[in-house]
């Protein structure tokens, strides 16, 4: 099966900042990579697919790139609304596994 | 509206067996295939099984390969996991879940969870 290797496992940032987070797979899977955002006490919810496309509804300072093995999710501007966990999933063959997660904090 | 509700869930001795359900309303049930989904305390999620839309063809993450069996009823637009030999660190919450469309593949539609605890 492929792995998954998504950093950091957490990060503090404050209010404005850019964060990254990366997400490496151990197979090429092209770009069948999505991102999800999981807040404490509910499902995840879908933020991007095909590695780079916005789900609908999603704030743009979200966003995805990234094919093959490497992929990254970037949030341009933190905001205190986007505390949560992010895990990345890969889709191109199954089973659909998740990455680690990264949780987001607020400095 | 859109439903999808698990049941079955409950406190169970290690080495016994659960059957979940998940009761789909609201959605295309037979157009999609469908997934089952754990997440224990603090961990990630984990993809468990998948069946595809007329149930013909399953594929199950290694660490229930043997244990667990994924099956869909379509004329009642339900989806169930039997489980079986079940052990501790199979303790978690279990999730159906469905593509979001067929142009958008991950997950979009989540049910709210049945807890298994497995534990004597």
């Known amino acids: 099966d492929t792995q998954m290797t998504q950093s950091p496992s957490s990060l503090s940032a404050s209010v404005g900042d850019r964060v990254t987070i990366t997400c490496r797979t151990s197979q090429g899977i092209r770009n069948d990579l999505a991102w999800y955002q999981q807040k404490p006490g509910k499902v995840p919810k879908l933020l991007i697919y095909s590695a780079s496309t916005l789900q609908s509804g999603v704030p743009s300072r979200f966003s995805g790139s990234g094919s093959g093995t490497d992929f990254t999710l970037s949030i341009s501007s933190l905001q205190p609304e986007d505390v949560a966990t992010y895990y990345c999933?890969?889709?191109?063959?199954?089973?659909?596994?998740f990455g680690q997660g990264t949780k987001v904090e607020i400095k | 509206q859109v439903h999808l509700v698990e049941s079955g869930g409950g406190v169970v001795q290690p080495g016994r067996s659960l059957t979940l359900s998940c009761a789909v309303s609201?959605?295309?049930?037979?157009?999609?295939?469908f997934h089952w989904v754990r997440q224990a305390p603090g961990k990630g999620p984990e993809s468990l099984a998948s069946?595809?839309?007329?149930?013909?063809?399953?594929s199950y993450a290694d660490s229930v390969k043997g244990r667990f069996t994924i099956s869909r009823d379509n004329s009642n637009n339900t989806l169930y996991l039997q489980m079986n030999s079940l052990r501790p660190e199979d303790t978690a919450i279990y999730y159906c879940a469905r593509p979001t469309s067929f142009q958008i593949v991950p997950f979009g539609y989540w049910g709210q969870g049945t807890l298994v605890t497995v534990s004597s």
């Open positions: 999933q890969k889709y191109n063959s199954l089973p659909w596994t």
């Open positions: 069946i595809s839309n007329d149930g013909k063809v399953d």
């Open positions: 609201g959605i295309n049930f037979s157009g999609f295939g």
